[in-house]
């Protein structure tokens, strides 16, 4: 198992920037594909961004491509969002999850998972 801890979101204005990080306790996290989900109120959790345990795959919802960047740092066990450009849409609450063996073609399903943080809050308002 292990246990993902978000931090920091908080409150930015349009056309901001805030960056996410994701750290794992345990020593299998450089197995785990790591994924960033957000869920706004009243809608579906959705998939943002994911990596691969080798870094050298990422994936983005279209929503985000060309604005966030996802990346790890094994040797510290933690994933981290850089969001840029940030958007009123982009309010949520923020979610990294992970496990091992995530098939590509599932990789942007929040089923594909069992491991989740507790979220954090991210806020694009002026």
């Known amino acids: 198992q292990v246990p993902l801890v978000e931090s920091g979101g908080g409150l930015v204005q349009p056309g901001g920037s805030l960056r996410l990080s994701c750290t794992a306790s345990?020593?299998?996290?450089?197995?785990?594909?790591i994924a960033w989900f957000r869920q706004a109120p009243g809608k579906d959790r959705e998939f943002v961004a994911g990596?691969?345990?080798?870094?050298?795959?990422?994936y983005y919802a279209d929503s985000v491509k060309g604005r966030f960047t996802i990346s790890r740092d094994n040797s510290q066990n933690t994933v981290t969002l850089q969001m840029n450009s940030l958007k009123p849409d982009d309010t949520a609450i923020y979610y990294c999850?992970?496990?091992?063996?995530?098939?590509?073609?599932?990789?942007?399903?929040?089923?594909?998972?069992?491991?989740w943080g507790q979220g954090t809050q991210v806020t694009v308002s002026s």
């Open positions: 999850a992970g496990d091992t063996g995530v098939i590509l073609s599932s990789l942007r399903y929040d089923r594909s998972y069992d491991y």
């Open positions: 345990g020593r299998t996290f450089n197995q785990y594909t």
């Open positions: 990596i691969r345990w080798n870094s050298r795959h990422t």
